[in-house]
């Protein structure tokens, strides 16, 4: 099944006027990091700058950002995640995700998609919501669970207390697309909270951690499944990981080419070799969002929900 293009020619950004530290969602993400006595105030007004600042990189390699401003709500402190609530799709279908963390929940703005159907003129066809799902303590948070190959119809997910294995099914078979499941762990063995963090999938290109697959059988089916389209293999360490070099988007310009999207430490992160085989195919654009990483525990693609839909 060919559902697209596999970069999205817009993207979904909402500003982190909330943001910080949340301790309902560190108990699941080893990536988030907290020192306590921090200025709470100086944290948002630095995770805005940075906010600002790779919204202005994005916008300069071509990318149409559509910025949003989560004004009326308190208490989201992870807002500027939203690939995680909501994903857009090809055929005009819109998912709404069951979120695990209660102040998570309240991330979902329908008036957001409204907008985006009315002011961006964006196509909606029909609105699937999984939310109910929260009150069975089934969870699958969007494209942070589910790293989609569009154009092949596969889903890769990595299984997590936030990655039900049923709903991921459900989302597969409501996308008429296979599935690809496995296990993936960090340096300490506890589960990655989110398949976004180990994996990118472009055009001519996988990222992927596959030293956190710890099942042989599972790793090699993985890489089997990711590089059976004649995608090229870029491995990242687990060291490389845990900087974000997993968190990655490829995205359209409005010219048309190809910019892959990530942070400063996941550039940091990479080596030469890496970086040549990834800018054959795409425009490196990276920003530093240090203040986001550590204390919301995502990187770039978490911050990035790309449109798909189609447009009048």
């Known amino acids: 099944m060919i559902l697209g293009l596999q970069a999205p020619k817009a993207v979904m950004m909402v500003r982190p006027t909330k943001f910080g530290y949340n301790p309902e969602t560190a108990a699941s993400n080893a990536f988030q990091k907290d020192h306590g006595g921090e200025n709470q105030q100086q944290i948002r007004e630095v995770a805005m700058v940075e906010f600002n600042n790779l919204v202005l990189t994005l916008r300069t390699a071509g990318v149409e950002v559509i910025e949003f401003t989560a004004t009326d709500q308190a208490g989201t402190p992870d807002a500027v995640f939203p690939n995680n609530w909501v994903s857009f799709h090809h055929d ?28 961006y003129h964006f196509q909606v066809t029909e609105l699937i919501d999984l939310s109910d799902f929260e009150h069975q303590n089934q969870y699958l948070e969007g494209t942070g669970s589910l790293v989609i190959d569009y154009p092949n119809g596969i889903i890769y997910a990595n299984r997590s207390p936030r990655t039900n294995v049923d709903l991921a099914k459900k989302v597969a078979d409501l996308l008429d697309c296979s599935i690809c ?9 506890i589960d990655i909270y989110h398949t976004n963090v180990l994996m990118c ?13 710890k099942n042989l059988q599972e790793r090699k089916d993985l890489e089997m499944s990711l590089t059976a389209n004649g995608r090229k293999l870029v491995e990242i360490t687990m060291d490389q990981m845990h900087h974000f070099a997993g968190n990655m988007i490829q995205l359209q310009s409005v010219q048309g080419t190809s910019i892959l ?23 490196l654009a990276y920003s530093p969002i240090d203040t986001i990483e550590k204390y919301g525990g995502g990187s770039v693609r978490c911050m990035i929900a790309g449109i798909y839909l189609p447009r009048d």
């Open 92 to 119: 005009g279908r819109v998912i709404l995700y069951p979120m695990m963390a209660p102040s998570r929940r309240l991330e979902r703005r329908m008036a957001f998609i409204e907008t985006l159907q009315h002011q």
């Open 181 to 189: 499941l496995f296990n993936a762990v960090d340096t300490n063995g």
């Open 201 to 213: 999938i472009g055009d001519s290109f996988v990222v992927v951690c596959m030293e956190a697959v």
């Open 261 to 283: 999207a990530m942070s400063a430490n996941a550039y940091a992160a990479l080596n030469e070799s890496q970086r040549q085989l990834l800018s054959d195919d795409s425009q």
